[in-house]
């Protein structure tokens, strides 16, 4: 049966995917002009502040609207169920740091390159088999075709392909001309 989606759906993932697709270049940038990747670090976790706290707090406290209530009778504070969200922003953060120290182990110019696609081939993977499992909270699912999984394993053959074949950064020749690394390599023979 086919299900049909609601437009909208494709314009919050096309600003997720924006919005992630330049985090990785973004904070690293941000690493380069603060001098520190824990400085960067700090001013993500102040966005998430001013975005993860003020917007849902305007609109929950100020406003008194809530327009992702999905049952009015199960709105809760209860503490179990807010240590889920916890959870969850602790997962996001963690990534976020682990993205950060990514990205500076990596190096250069070619650490961005490298550590947002292994990251965001990566964590699709890892969301898929833990939705299907631990989070499916007893629901059933149709089983998948096999071109799901299929798309899984392209994804994580896209994964190996860019660990395999990442760009290599450029060296200056004694001329003071920029040279790829392999071309250095056959200049110093």
């Known amino acids: ?112 390159l490298i550590v947002a696609p292994l990251v965001f081939a990566g964590a699709p993977i890892i969301n898929t088999i833990a939705t299907m499992t631990i989070f499916s909270h007893g629901k059933k699912l149709a089983a998948p075709s096999p071109l799901f999984y299929a798309g899984l394993l392209l994804s994580a053959g896209g994964m190996a392909m860019v660990w395999v074949n990442k760009p290599k950064p450029v060296v200056e020749a004694p001329s003071g001309q920029v040279v790829s690394n392999a071309a250095a390599s056959v200049q110093a023979r």
């Not at 995917?17 to 603060?34: K, N, Q």
């Not at 406290?61 to 709105?75: A, E, G, Q, R, Y």
């Open 1 to 112: 049966m086919n299900e049909k989606m609601n437009p909208l759906v494709l314009v919050f993932v096309a600003g997720a995917a924006l919005s992630w697709g330049v985090y990785v270049p973004l904070v690293h940038d941000a690493t380069m002009r603060l001098g520190s990747n824990l400085r960067a670090f700090l001013m993500v976790g102040v966005a998430y502040f001013l975005v993860a706290v003020l917007v849902p707090s305007a609109f929950i406290f100020l406003m008194n609207s809530d327009p992702t209530v999905k049952d009015p009778s199960k709105l809760n504070w209860v503490p179990q169920n807010m240590l889920w969200g916890i959870a969850a922003g602790t997962a996001g953060a963690i990534g976020a740091l682990c993205v950060i120290f990514a990205v500076q182990i990596a190096g250069g110019k070619v650490g961005p």
